[in-house]
C-alpha cells in the first residue's frame, strides 16, 4: 500500500472519499454509485481510476460491468490500512452527503434483492400489448378497487378529484382536497351529477389540510405533492389527520431535468429522489416506509413514477 501521507492527499477531495467509503461496505457498479452519488459516469471513473492505482480498491468483471471493492491489505500493510480508514471515518462526519450516501447505498442494495420486481415489472410490460377478450387495465383496476376494505380516505391535492370519484365506489367516505376553488366547485358538481355522496370536496392547502387529527385511513397524494412549497409539512399533516394505523401513499415524479415543467405545470419541485421522499416520511414519524419506482415513460423526457407508502 502506498504511504498514509500520498492516500491522505488523495483522499483529501470529498468525492473520492465518499466513493471509498461506499465501496468499503459493498461492491458497486459505476452506475450504482451514479443513482448514488448524483455524479457522472466520467468523473467517477476517474476517481475510481486513481484509487485503483493507489492500491485502495480492485475492480470485478462481470458480464459487461465492472465492480468496485475496497482492495484486500497484504499482512504486512493491514495495520497501516485499518488506521487509514478510522481517519477516513471520522473525516466523514464533515461531509454534509455522507447521511445521503449511505441511505441511497441502502436503495440500490434493495434494488438488487428485488427480484420479484423485475418478474412483475415484466408482466406489467406485457399486460395490454396482445389482444385477450375481457382483459383490460380498467378492469383491473376496477377489480383492485372493490378488494379495498371501506375506507375513510383523504385525497389531498385531488384536482378536480378523478380519482377521488374512483375511490369513492368502495370507500366509506372520500374527502377531496385541493387550493383551487374552482377544481372544487367543477368536481364537487360532478359528484352531485353522478350521485355519488360519500365523496365530499373540501377547499384548502395540503400544507395546512381542513380535516381534523386522526380522523382518515388512508392519506393519498397523487401528483401532487411536487407543487407543495414545503412537501415535508405536506407529509406531516398527513400523519396528523391519520388514524393510529393509518396509511400515507404518495405518487410523484422521480427527479428530472425537465425545467420546462415549471412553467408546463406550475411545479414548484422537479420530482423526488427515493432518499429524499423517504426521508420526508420517516422525519414525520411513518413506520414501515418503502419506496420503489414503478412506471417509466416511452417517450421524451421519460418521467418516472415514484410510490412512497408508511403507517402511522
Do not use: C
Amino acid at each position: 500500500m502506498a504511504s498514509i501521507l500520498k492516500n491522505l492527499r488523495l483522499l483529501s477531495d470529498p468525492s473520492r472519499l465518499r466513493i471509498l467509503l461506499l465501496v468499503e461496505r459493498e461492491e458497486l457498479s459505476v452506475a450504482e454509485l451514479q443513482d448514488i452519488l448524483g455524479m457522472g459516469q466520467s468523473r467517477i471513473s476517474t476517481h475510481l481510476a486513481q484509487l485503483k492505482h493507489a492500491g485502495l480498491v480492485e475492480d470485478r468483471r462481470t458480464g459487461k460491468s465492472s465492480f468496485y471493492r475496497l482492495k484486500i491489505q497484504r499482512a504486512g500493510d493491514q495495520a497501516a490500512f485499518r488506521q487509514l480508514l478510522a481517519v477516513l471515518r471520522q473525516a466523514a462526519g464533515e461531509i454534509p452527503e455522507a447521511a445521503h450516501d449511505a441511505a441511497a447505498l441502502r436503495l440500490v442494495l434493495a434494488r438488487r434483492q428485488d427480484r420479484m420486481r423485475a418478474y412483475f415489472d415484466e408482466l406489467a410490460g406485457k399486460f395490454g400489448k396482445h389482444y385477450v377478450p375481457g382483459r383490460s387495465w380498467e378492469g383491473l383496476a376496477e377489480t383492485l378497487l372493490r378488494l379495498l376494505p371501506p375506507m375513510v380516505i383523504a385525497d389531498l391535492g385531488a384536482g378536480e378529484g378523478t380519482f377521488s370519484q374512483l375511490l369513492a365506489q368502495r370507500a366509506k367516505k372520500v374527502i377531496a382536497v385541493d387550493n383551487s376553488e374552482k377544481m372544487v366547485e367543477y368536481g364537487a358538481e360532478l359528484a352531485r351529477k353522478h350521485g355519488v355522496k360519500n365523496l365530499q370536496y373540501r377547499k384548502g392547502d395540503i400544507e395546512a389540510v381542513p380535516i381534523r387529527d386522526g380522523a382518515v385511513d388512508l392519506a393519498f397524494f397523487s401528483q401532487a405533492l411536487h407543487h407543495a412549497q414545503h412537501p415535508e409539512r405536506a407529509v406531516a399533516e398527513a400523519w396528523r389527520i391519520l388514524k393510529p394505523g393509518g396509511r400515507i401513499v404518495v405518487l410523484d415524479l422521480l427527479r428530472h431535468q425537465h425545467e420546462e415543467a415549471r412553467e408546463m405545470y406550475a411545479d414548484r419541485w422537479l420530482g423526488f429522489s427515493e432518499v429524499d421522499l423517504g426521508r420526508f416520511l420517516r422525519d414525520a414519524k411513518f413506520k414501515r416506509v418503502e419506496t420503489s419506482i414503478v412506471h417509466r415513460e416511452e417517450e421524451a423526457p421519460h418521467f418516472e413514477t415514484l410510490l412512497a407508502v408508511g403507517e402511522k
